[in-house]
């Protein structure tokens, strides 16, 4: 298990950029599998981006691919998701997610159980 705290949203106007951090606690992080989910109002909760415990892989949601970049930096133990073009839309809280990595391409909420509180993203128009 390991416990995950995310930090970095705010408020932003449409086009703008937010960098969102999580910040994850036990030794093996390197095993992880992490992701960022994000729910907007009213919304069920939603995949955005993965990367693989190395670092090597990543997939994104067709909704953010080109706009927004995962990353992470295991000997600091965290994952950033860069937001860049950001639009009214990408409001939403959004959560980091972590689950140890067999090698499969994990996108479905339920295939994590490792979760932080939330942070929000508002981006205004």
């Known amino acids: 298990q390991v416990q995950l705290v995310e930090s970095g949203g705010g408020l932003v106007q449409a086009g703008g950029s937010l960098r969102l951090s999580c910040a994850a606690s036990?030794?093996?992080?390197?095993?992880?599998?992490m992701a960022w989910f994000r729910q907007g109002p009213g919304q069920e909760r939603e995949f955005v981006a993965r990367?693989?415990?190395?670092?090597?892989?990543?997939y994104y949601a067709d909704s953010v691919k080109g706009r927004f970049t995962i990353s992470r930096d295991n000997t600091k133990k965290t994952v950033s998701l860069q937001m860049n073009s950001l639009k009214p839309e990408d409001t939403a809280v959004y959560f980091c997610?972590?689950?140890?990595?067999?090698?499969?391409?994990?996108?479905?909420?339920?295939?994590?159980?490792?979760w932080g509180q939330g942070t929000q993203v508002t981006v205004s128009s």
């Open positions: 990367i693989s415990g190395s670092g090597r892989t990543t």
């Open positions: 036990g030794r093996t992080f390197g095993i992880y599998a």
């Open positions: 997610a972590g689950r140890i990595d067999y090698g499969f391409g994990y996108v479905a909420q339920s295939e994590y159980n490792n």
